[in-house]
């Protein structure tokens, strides 16, 4: 009895509920539509068109700018051993930078303060020579470096050469508006040349003059006093010089310049984009090429780039 | 003063006569006031201690003199006091026992009424190594008398006062002999003899009340105090000038490593009279000198071990700037002119470089 009256009352409910509906919906069909019905139906379509519009213009962004990224190749421009080589250099000046010029302006009151804060000068003297041991360290890695294959090509592309020369006057030419032509760089511009030779000359003077000062002891025994005091003036005048080159020159030229700010990372990740790479070293871009037209493995996606590196408009450059 | 007495004695009578006798008296006494045998002291003096001969048996035997010379005691900066306003437990006399030991203090403290001057000498002396030498009950400790003497303190600036400045050393030396004779010996000694009021005498080094041991940061003589105690005078431009001495080792050594090791706390450094020693300081040409080029392998040897021959071959005191540096004049000008002009080309093409940037820049909008 019970169950029959449950099943009962389900269809009862069904029956009821469709013919709710029917109404409703004769209703809906008899009711005509006004002009507010009208304009009310309109907004809400084209709020949904220009949704769907949205959407898929986001959509469609977002492929593109991966398609960028993916024609964007990259290229590695520094081995992890170079960029290791860096690190430890940049890091290793620092610290001698920061421990270093205090005791060359002792009497400022900043100086004083930093001796404090870092905990006496002893403590300083040591972290400069941890730094010393870094440029040191760095200094024969360098030159074992030289000894490899990869060493090696870095270091003839280094050399430098009649065409940096040209490229300079070129640059300046360019700067001065007397020219519409960017210098062609190859895989070192003559700026990174200045940058390299550079740190030759400190290092052998830095080097050179620090362990005197270090094992001064040792050194006042095998030479005349006067070698102490001309190590003492070198090292700290050549250390000014390579101060205010790496904060004025290095840094402007791989941070302050308007058109890397804030930095360039190539050194760090070893990466560079195909649109730099054409921009900044066409010369290298192009001798890749064709190295890769010779292995026969061309990469798809620099197929058209000769005619473009030859390209070098004002407007290119500017944007480097 | 009997002439004066006297006009009260007389009455109305002759009063215009006694003033004038009266008045007689008093410049008298003005003009001779030395030679008065009224001095309140008189009474010490002529029954016992103006007598050269007024002595005290301390033991069968020994005899200590209680006479005191008069003349040097009215020549003193004490001329006007009495005896009893020093010896304040001398109320009659004969005194029955033998007074007690007086104290500078006694007057010469902040507040006093006799107008003894106040300054802060007798708290830095309670500091310095012969006041605690003296607190602590050591009988050959210094205290005031010791170096101003007892009746006949004179001012510094009396050639006659024991703490003159050429008698100094003299004074010093009654307790420090040895030290007397080294000084003696050295340039500051020497010029001193010669004449020489400025040369530098114990309290230019040690200073005199605020005289601490020398491992006392407050000590003109604690390592880091050496190069500004010797500054004093070899860093005084017109002072050098004067005697031909160099000035520009007080700003060398200021500059140099050991200078700025000092000027850090790291007293492991040499200071001036590491090299130069103290008190027989010698001129560099003396065979005697510590600095002598023979002799200044041993000197840097005391803490640099390899130390040759090679530490003579060289300037000292050198500044880079100045032409008398030699060759570190050279190499700092080499690096002067270096600097300057590989900045001058770097900042220059930074300058072209942004020129070009703001150019195109523009050229472009």
Redesign the interface.
């Known amino acids: 009895m019970t169950t029959m009256m449950e099943e009962k009352r389900p269809e009862e409910l069904t029956e009821r509920l469709s013919q709710e509906i029917n109404e409703e919906l004769q209703a809906e069909l008899d009711h005509t539509l006004d002009e507010s019905d009208r304009a009310r139906i309109k907004t809400e379509v084209k709020e949904r068109l220009r949704k769907e519009l949205e959407r898929r213009k986001a959509l469609e962004e977002k492929r593109r700018r991966a398609q960028a990224k993916r024609d964007q190749e990259q290229f590695t421009r520094f081995s992890l051993n170079i960029r290791a080589q860096h690190i430890i250099l940049a890091v290793g000046c620092i610290l001698l930078i920061v421990t270093g010029l205090p005791?060359k302006f002792?009497?400022a009151e900043w100086a004083?303060l930093f001796?404090k804060l870092v905990g006496?000068?002893?403590v300083s003297q040591v972290i400069h020579r941890i730094g010393a041991t870094m440029l040191i360290a760095v200094g024969v890695w360098h030159m074992l470096f030289l000894f490899t294959r990869a060493g090696r090509r870095e270091f003839i592309e280094l050399l430098p050469r009649p065409k940096d020369i040209l490229d300079f006057f070129q640059n300046?030419k360019?700067?001065?508006?007397f020219s519409k032509e960017h210098p062609q760089f190859g895989r070192f511009s003559y700026l990174e040349k200045f940058d390299y030779w550079a740190v030759y000359w400190g290092m052998v003077i830095m080097i050179g003059s620090g362990l005197f000062?270090w094992f001064?002891?040792?050194a006042?025994?095998?030479?005349?006093?006067?070698?102490?005091?001309?190590a003492?003036?070198?090292h700290s005048?050549?250390a000014?010089?390579a101060t205010?080159?790496i904060v004025?020159?290095h840094w402007?030229n791989a941070h302050f310049?308007?058109?890397i700010f804030p930095m360039n990372f190539t050194i760090f990740t070893g990466r560079i984009s195909k649109e730099r790479m054409m921009k900044e070293h066409p010369l290298e871009y192009e001798q890749m090429l064709r190295a890769q037209d010779n292995n026969g493995s061309v990469v798809e996606s620099a197929v058209e780039a000769p005619s473009s590196a030859q390209a070098s408009s004002?407007?290119e450059?500017?944007n480097v | 003063m009997r002439t004066v007495c006297s006009v009260w004695k007389m009455g109305s009578l002759g009063q215009a006569l006694a003033i004038c006798l009266g008045l007689v008296g008093i410049i008298w006494l003005w003009q001779f006031p030395a030679q008065s045998q009224q001095d309140a002291n008189g009474r010490c003096l002529l029954e016992c201690h103006g007598k050269p001969d007024f002595k005290k048996e301390i033991a069968p035997g020994q005899f200590r003199t209680l006479y005191l010379d008069y003349a040097q005691f009215k020549a003193s900066v004490h001329k006007e006091k009495l005896c009893i306003d020093c010896h304040t437990d001398v109320t009659v006399l004969p005194h029955p026992k033998k007074p007690e030991q007086i104290h500078c203090l006694q007057c010469h403290y902040e507040g006093n009424v006799v107008g003894a001057p106040v300054r802060e000498r007798p708290e830095k002396y309670k500091e310095s190594v012969h006041g605690k030498a003296f607190e602590r009950g050591n009988p050959n400790a210094p205290d005031c008398k010791s170096c101003h003497t007892i009746h006949a303190v004179k001012p510094p600036q009396d050639p006659q006062s024991t703490v003159y400045r050429s008698t100094i050393p003299k004074t010093c030396g009654g307790c420090h002999i040895e030290v007397y004779a080294e000084y003696l010996e050295g340039v500051h000694g020497q010029a001193l003899r010669k004449g020489v009021l400025e040369s530098a005498v114990c309290t230019n080094c040690h200073s005199e009340h605020d005289l601490y041991a020398a491992d006392d940061p407050r000590s003109s003589l604690h390592p880091r105090n050496v190069a500004t105690t010797c500054a004093k005078c070899h860093g005084d431009v017109q002072m050098m000038e004067r005697r031909g001495v160099p000035v520009t080792q007080v700003e060398a050594f200021?500059e140099s490593?050991h200078g700025?090791?000092i000027?850090?706390?790291?007293l492991k450094s040499a200071n001036c009279v590491s090299c130069h020693s103290y008190h027989k300081i010698l001129r560099s040409s003396d065979p005697r000198s510590p600095i002598h080029p023979q002799n200044l392998a041993q000197t840097?040897g005391q803490c640099?071990?390899?130390?040759?021959a090679?530490?003579?071959?060289?300037?000292f005191h050198?500044i880079?700037s100045d032409p008398e540096?030699?060759?570190?004049f050279y190499?700092?000008q080499f690096?002067?002119w270096?600097?300057i002009s590989?900045?001058i080309g770097?900042?220059l093409?930074?300058f072209?470089?942004?020129?070009?940037?703001f150019?195109?820049?523009r050229?472009?909008e």
């Open positions: 005791i002792h009497e004083k001796f006496g000068l002893q300046i360019y700067f001065l508006g000062l001064h002891n040792t006042l025994g095998l030479f005349p006093k006067y070698f102490l005091d001309i003492r003036e070198a005048d050549e000014m010089l205010l080159a004025i020159w402007y310049n308007p058109g004002p407007e450059v500017e | 200021k490593f700025i090791k000027e850090f706390g790291v840097c640099h071990p390899n130390a040759t090679n530490v003579a071959m060289g300037k050198i880079p540096a030699g060759i570190v190499i700092s690096f002067k270096l600097t590989v900045l770097l900042i093409h930074i072209l470089d942004l020129y070009g940037r150019r195109l820049r050229a472009g």
